[in-house]
């Protein structure tokens, strides 16, 4: 997390395509998003940890193995997850996206005899403007598991890049969560 990581991000940069039926996505190499994607209908189909391990590792199989992104942040719960990525060729995101959902989806089905079922809706992303933008999100997702209830302390959930960064350097990390607070900060993204 250098402060070398991240530029200005101007839209005239990239590329913005929108969709008949989709949210509209500007695609920019080597720009930093942040990604949500939610289930259909809001079911929880990750309610084991079995099944959240499933998604990690589809999430870091499809980005960082097989696409040569980066996962900065990362969390998954019941029935969303968000990510903090920094792209390597922006315009292969809908197709990680559709590998993830789709490889995912067909392994829990298989477990739970419930083939061809859907489980993914559709997923958001915005691409970072300013380092204070990445801070806030950075640590928007880490505080997410205390957010929704799920654990009282950020390290104890296990489906969660904070335990990493706190384990590396748990002061630098105090210092990253109140210089840039997620609910304090206005962010204008583009």
Same mark, same amino acid.
């Given at each position: 997390?250098?402060?070398?990581?991240?530029?200005?991000?101007?839209?005239?940069?990239?590329?913005?395509?929108?969709?008949?039926?989709?949210?509209p996505?500007?695609?920019?190499?080597?720009?930093?998003?942040?990604i949500?994607s939610?289930?259909?209908?809001?079911?929880?189909?990750f309610?084991?940890?079995?099944y959240k391990?499933?998604?990690?590792?589809?999430?870091?199989?499809?980005?960082?193995?097989?696409?040569?992104?980066?996962?900065?942040?990362?969390?998954?719960?019941?029935n969303?997850?968000?990510?903090?990525?920094? %792209?390597?060729?922006?315009?292969?995101?809908? =197709?990680?996206i559709?590998?993830?959902?789709? #490889?995912?989806?067909? @392994? /829990?089905?298989?477990?739970?005899?419930?083939v061809?079922?859907?489980?993914?809706?559709?997923?958001?992303d915005?691409?970072?403007?300013?380092?204070?933008?990445?801070?806030?999100?950075?640590?928007?997702i880490?505080?997410n598991?205390?957010?929704?209830?799920?654990?009282?302390?950020m390290?104890?959930?296990?489906?969660?890049?904070?335990?990493?960064? %706190?384990?590396?350097?748990?002061?630098?990390? =105090?210092?990253?969560?109140k210089?840039?607070? #997620?609910?304090?900060? @206005? /962010?204008?993204?583009?």
């Amino acid at each position: 997390m250098d402060k070398d990581i991240l530029y200005r991000v101007d839209k005239r940069m990239g590329k913005y395509k929108t969709y008949l039926h989709k949210p509209p996505h500007l695609f920019i190499d080597k720009a930093y998003y942040i990604i949500t994607s939610h289930c259909v209908e809001n079911i929880r189909p990750f309610y084991n940890n079995e099944y959240k391990k499933i998604v990690c590792e589809t999430l870091f199989c499809a980005f960082e193995e097989l696409h040569n992104w980066d996962i900065v942040a990362y969390v998954v719960f019941n029935n969303h997850y968000h990510i903090l990525v920094k %792209a390597d060729k922006s315009e292969e995101l809908p =197709d990680i996206i559709a590998s993830t959902h789709k #490889f995912s989806s067909r @392994k /829990i089905n298989k477990i739970e005899g419930k083939v061809g079922r859907q489980i993914w809706y559709e997923y958001w992303d915005t691409v970072i403007t300013s380092l204070s933008s990445f801070y806030a999100r950075f640590n928007y997702i880490h505080y997410n598991p205390v957010k929704h209830g799920y654990v009282k302390k950020m390290e104890d959930y296990l489906f969660c890049s904070y335990r990493k960064y %706190a384990e590396i350097d748990r002061k630098k990390l =105090d210092q990253i969560q109140k210089k840039y607070p #997620f609910d304090k900060l @206005k /962010i204008r993204e583009i």
